[in-house]
């Protein structure tokens, strides 16, 4: 079966300093992968998307960027972090299609203080 | 621009009723319509999966419809408990997208009382 990690689960850090977020996915290869940020108030949405390695697709400009260094880790990074990148950072995987069902990961909350 | 909106935003019930949720979505060209739950401070579960071709999606006491026509579905919880309290999201991807893209609504807060 698959299963899908992210660390840390909880992260404070202050205005400035920089940021790894990390995800992983077992049981599966080439699968899609996808970073998507759930603020207060805000609703889900989404950051990145990887179809392959080396392959990151932006959705919104911002203060972070995301990388996919094996087929089956993605990154979420940023060099300073600002107040407004606070928010709960979910991950989620799916095999490609566009029909098929995405797998979420239990998230990293993170607060920028 | 696809847009997915749940309402309403908040539902509270007494245990054993069912629950009647509703999402709504602006843009008929979807692949599919992925129904989930998230606890407080958790991921996402996914529950049913109704791809564009279908009707409903049935997993025990949840039961989901799709009329991609109107831009709706319904998720049906049958017989309420307290441990089906948490929030409700749905979510379409979108054919127009970029990816496999999931556009969510806000989601539905439900309260079921014991």
């Known amino acids: 079966s698959q299963t899908i990690h992210q660390w840390p689960a909880t992260l404070v850090q202050p205005v400035g300093s920089p940021l790894s977020l990390e995800c992983t996915v077992e049981?599966?290869?080439?699968?899609?992968l996808y970073w998507y940020r759930q603020a207060a108030g805000r609703g889900l949405q989404l950051l990145f998307y990887s179809v392959g390695i080396g392959q990151i697709s932006s959705e919104v400009p911002q203060n972070l960027s995301a990388s996919r260094p094996q087929d089956r880790q993605f990154i979420l990074s940023s060099k300073k972090l600002l107040l407004s990148d606070s928010g709960f950072y979910l991950c989620?995987?799916?095999?490609?299609?566009?029909?098929?069902?995405?797998?979420f990961g239990p998230g990293t909350r993170l607060t920028v203080l | 621009k696809q847009e997915v909106t749940q309402i309403p935003a908040a539902l509270s019930v007494p245990e054993g009723e069912n629950l009647v949720l509703n999402c709504s979505f602006t843009?008929?060209?979807?692949?599919?319509l992925q129904w989930f739950r998230q606890d407080p401070g958790k991921g996402l579960t996914s529950l049913l999966l109704?791809?564009?071709?279908?009707r409903e999606q049935t997993s025990g006491r949840l039961n989901a419809s799709l009329d991609k026509s109107s831009g709706r579905s319904t998720l049906y919880i049958a017989a309420s408990q307290p441990g089906d309290s948490a929030t409700y999201l749905c979510a379409v991807t979108g054919i127009k997208a970029a990816g496999n893209k999931l556009t969510f609504g806000g989601g539905t807060r439900v309260l079921v009382k014991p």
């Open positions: 843009d008929s060209a979807i692949y599919n």
């Open positions: 989620a995987w799916d095999r490609g299609q566009a029909y098929n069902e995405q797998f």
């Open positions: 109704i791809q564009s071709s279908q």
């Open positions: 049981g599966t290869s080439n699968p899609n």
